[in-house]
């Protein structure tokens, strides 16, 4: 049984079952597996905080119908230039200091390594929001490698710190 019937399942025995422990615990594994799954995170918060069991069943047809209703393109949040010069300037800050962070690391003689930084990509400071580290990785000023991660493009001149 994959998670996608397993979370079938558990709406039938939301709507089905007479036992309130038997619907707590289906909720709450229902919870479990939505987490997992690309919903949208608003309905679903939405969905568990009401306890709204037409929610669940319409967000679990969207999953096991992903062609039926495709949901609305939102606009995206249009940044200007300065917030982005300032953003990126925050994240090369942020990916240098890491790096020397690395670099002077003690090692077991108590002196520092001195072996160069391996650290390529780095979460960006959360002082801005997502969607503008989005718009930067979609003008090609950084790189998004995933899990929330950015890189510099590697013809940027700040890629890699110049030590002799």
């Known amino acids: 049984m994959n998670a996608l019937q397993k979370l079938r399942q558990q709406v039938d025995t939301i709507r089905t079952s007479k036992s309130g422990l038997q619907i707590v615990d289906a909720w709450a594994l229902a919870e479990r597996l939505l987490m997992r799954m690309p919903v949208n995170v608003s309905e679903l918060d939405r969905v568990l905080k009401e306890k709204d069991a037409e929610g669940l069943d319409a967000l679990v047809q969207k999953l096991e119908n992903p062609a039926s209703k495709p949901e609305p393109a939102t606009a995206a949040p249009a940044f200007d230039e300065h917030q982005k010069a300032e953003a990126l ?76």
């Open 89 to 164: 300037r925050a994240f090369r800050k942020r990916l240098k200091l890491g790096r020397l962070a690395e670099e002077s690391k003690l090692g077991g003689r108590y002196t520092s390594g001195g072996k160069k930084s391996s650290i390529d990509a780095i979460v960006p400071p959360n002082d801005y929001p997502p969607e503008l580290w989005k718009a930067l990785a979609h003008d090609g000023k950084l790189i998004n490698t995933g899990h929330g991660m950015y890189a510099l493009p590697s013809g940027d001149p700040a890629n890699r710190p110049q030590h002799p």
